[in-house]
């Protein structure tokens, strides 16, 4: 294997670079990221009546490439319609950490800056120097690729779980500690369905502190809230007050009323036993 091929990958565009197996820089070349840069990279042509429509990389073709024995190539990302491309040409793909790439450009420049051109070289002369080290995406079946997509995605959206409840929690943890310490013990916290929506009825402190529990389950038809942990505001700290007063005042009356009838009852008493004593006199 004489040639290797580097890829850097970015949003916008791609930077193409092509070495030999003495380091010396063969081509180079910058695409876009459409289907005309595409059409440029690649060339569409019949191999066979079995095979029609394989794709054939122009550049690596005028320096040796062939179906029998493709340039390999390094590119920064597992993923992409560039990287299917790639793979369908039957060549061996190598996906490179970044932060390897990085680790290997201080070996190119001594300060260390990083350019686009720069990094494709980089990459080219990895697999000239360290080929056995990496490894190549596998010949995975349509069936395999499309499992390997789903799982990404369903990966990508615990990720964007997590990052998001992590900065809410921060700003609840700055703006609205009580709603944290509400679901403290509760299991998954804030991340619970309920949490979100006592969140959605009361987004702020003062907001809660006007609404009572019942006033919450009444924002839900879902049976979520009975569970959730008693949260005590203002308003129903101060509502408890008047009615402890309230039944103490009652109390005391009451206390009042049954002494005096007690004292009626007494006195009536005292009369009756005078009266039937003179009468028996």
Not at 28 to 41: K, V, Y
Not at 112 to 139: C, E, I, Q
Request: hydrophobic fraction near 45%; aromatic fraction near 4%; proline fraction near 4%.
């Amino acid at each position: 294997m004489d040639v290797f091929c580097g890829i850097d990958w970015a949003e916008d565009h791609h930077d193409i670079a092509l070495v030999d197996r003495d380091g010396n820089l063969l081509a180079r070349q910058r695409i876009s990221d459409n289907a005309a840069g595409l059409a440029r990279l690649l060339a569409c042509r019949r191999i066979s009546d079995d095979a029609a429509g394989l794709a054939t990389l122009l550049d690596l073709a005028e320096h040796g490439d062939s179906a029998e024995q493709p340039v390999p190539a390094a590119i920064k990302t597992p993923r992409g319609l560039l990287v299917a491309c790639l793979r369908a040409t039957g060549r061996k793909v190598y996906p490179i950490n970044p932060m390897a790439v990085a680790r290997y450009r201080d070996r190119h420049s001594v300060s260390g800056g990083k350019s686009d051109h720069g990094d494709s070289v980089v990459l080219a002369n990895v697999l000239r120097t360290d080929l056995t080290f990496h490894r190549p995406l596998p010949a995975d079946t349509e069936l395999a690729q499309a499992i390997a997509v789903l799982a990404r995605a369903q990966q990508d959206a615990v990720w964007d779980r997590t990052t998001a409840h992590n900065r809410l929690r921060s700003c609840l943890r700055e703006y609205y500690p009580g709603f944290l310490a509400a679901f403290e013990g509760a299991r998954g916290g804030i991340m619970r369905p309920e949490a979100r929506v006592i969140l959605a009825a009361a987004p702020t402190p003062a907001d809660a502190a006007r609404l009572t529990l019942a006033q919450l389950r009444g924002h839900t038809s879902l049976g979520v809230l009975v569970s959730i942990p008693f949260i005590v505001t203002d308003v129903e700290a101060h509502q408890g007050r008047i009615r402890m007063q309230v039944a103490t005042a009652a109390m005391a009356v009451g206390v009042v009323v049954l002494v005096g009838i007690s004292y009626v009852v007494a006195h009536g008493n005292e009369q009756l036993v005078w009266l039937l004593a003179r009468g028996g006199s």
